[in-house]
């Protein structure tokens, strides 16, 4: 995503749950008549237009047949996350279906990387994400911000159809770039300047992974309004529904905040992904807080008591001076490399993670069996 004409946005482990090459047919059996997922589809009130054929029956059958516990975790999520997503693109008159975009992006993971280097709940890489303004640096990654992701997004996605004017080849050059669905449409005989077919007109001259990306968005459509219909239900979302956020006009560290009122440091992560150090470096201007509806007033009251333990989390970064140079380095290192004294819970606090992040990012089974010399990755890229 450098540019508008070469942009890998899609997250390679997001979809590893499901197989997004070209599936065979006589490896699934439909449990429904065509005619039952054709009118289902037709039923939906949406702007983008999502056509029943083979190839889209397939990826439907991965999400309701295939996959359903991994469905319903992502429901589980979406029940945070579509609230903001459709708050934004309202805003910005975009189709509100266009939510799905991150279920096959980040499988609605905030902290997601590819291999690629893209990052975040939409999946921008960094050069891109600052085009669109976001602050990517050593401190803060906004593309794992829900709210100014999505606003990025929006503007990416709009500019997309300004060149196409069609949702489904915007969403093909949203995953390999508005260069590749142009040499498509050149392969198909067609002029990408005056182009006025469709998506499946050029479907078979685009890259392989992009023949999967659409009709895989399109089974997504049919999962999340049908998912009752085949019996896949949800418990209740892991994350409140309810939140609201207050500036910051100094530094803070989320530790300060979980030390003093009643919330949890690692739903203080979940909330503020954007804080790489779980560090919020408000030296020249206000970052916001997110925080559970009902901890607001809590905040407020205790707020004296909360940014007194500056000294005792921030340590050096009470210098000011000190936070704004870390600002303006570069992202932090992959890897740390156990040192004599190490602890697992040290590196998290280090790193502004938690040990149940660098076990499950790292493959540890026990929190005590580090050894001098050990790289320990500290961040899911």
């Known amino acids: 995503m450098d540019t508008l004409a070469d942009m890998p946005v899609f997250f390679d482990e997001a979809l590893a749950w499901v197989d997004t090459t070209e599936c065979q047919s006589d490896t699934i059996i439909a449990e429904l008549p065509d005619s039952v997922y054709k009118q289902r589809l037709q ?19 991965r999400y309701v047949k295939h996959s359903p516990r991994q469905l319903a975790s992502l429901q589980r999520k979406a029940e945070y996350y579509f609230p903001i997503f459709e708050d934004i693109l309202g805003k910005h008159e975009l189709p509100y279906e266009l939510c799905y975009l991150p279920v096959i992006e980040s499988a609605l993971n905030p902290h997601a990387h590819s291999h690629m280097g893209a990052a ?38 709009k500019a997309l159809y300004g060149i196409f004017g069609d949702w489904n080849l915007v969403i093909a050059a949203y ?14 005989g067609g002029n990408p300047k005056s182009y006025d077919g469709s998506f499946w007109d050029v479907y078979a001259c685009l890259p392989r992974e992009t023949r999967s990306y659409v009709p895989l968005f399109m089974g997504a459509t049919y999962a999340f309004a049908y998912h009752k219909a085949h019996g ?25 905040v979980s030390s003093t009122i009643d919330v949890s440091l690692e739903l203080l992560q979940m909330l503020n992904p ?19 509806t009902e901890r607001i007033t809590e905040f407020i009251i205790n707020q004296d008591s909360i940014f007194a333990k500056d000294s005792l989390y921030l340590g050096e970064y009470v210098i000011h001076a000190n936070l704004d140079k870390k600002r303006h380095e570069a992202p932090p290192a992959t890897y740390h490399v156990v040192k004599k004294g190490d602890t697992l819970g040290g590196i998290a606090k280090k790193y502004g993670r938690t040990v149940k992040q660098l076990m499950a990012w790292n493959g540890l089974k026990n929190a005590n069996t580090l050894r001098i010399g050990q790289r320990i990755r500290v961040s899911p890229q």
């Open 43 to 61: 039923a939906l009130p949406f702007v983008i237009e999502v056509p029943y054929n083979e190839v889209v029956r397939r990826y439907i059958l």
């Open 120 to 157: 975040g709940l939409w999946q921008f890489m960094p050069a891109t994400g600052k085009k669109y303004g976001l602050e990517v640096n050593s401190l803060i990654d906004e593309r794992m911000d829900p709210i100014r992701s999505t606003e990025a997004a929006c503007r990416f996605l």
């Open 175 to 188: 995953n390999c770039g508005p260069g590749n669905v142009n040499k498509a449409i050149i392969r198909a």
């Open 232 to 256: 896949i239900e949800f418990p209740t979302p892991p994350m409140p529904l309810a939140v609201d956020t207050v500036m910051i006009t100094r530094p803070l560290h989320l530790e300060q």
């Open 274 to 292: 954007e804080y790489r150090l779980s560090i919020i470096p408000a030296t020249t201007k206000a970052y916001p807080l997110t925080l559970p």
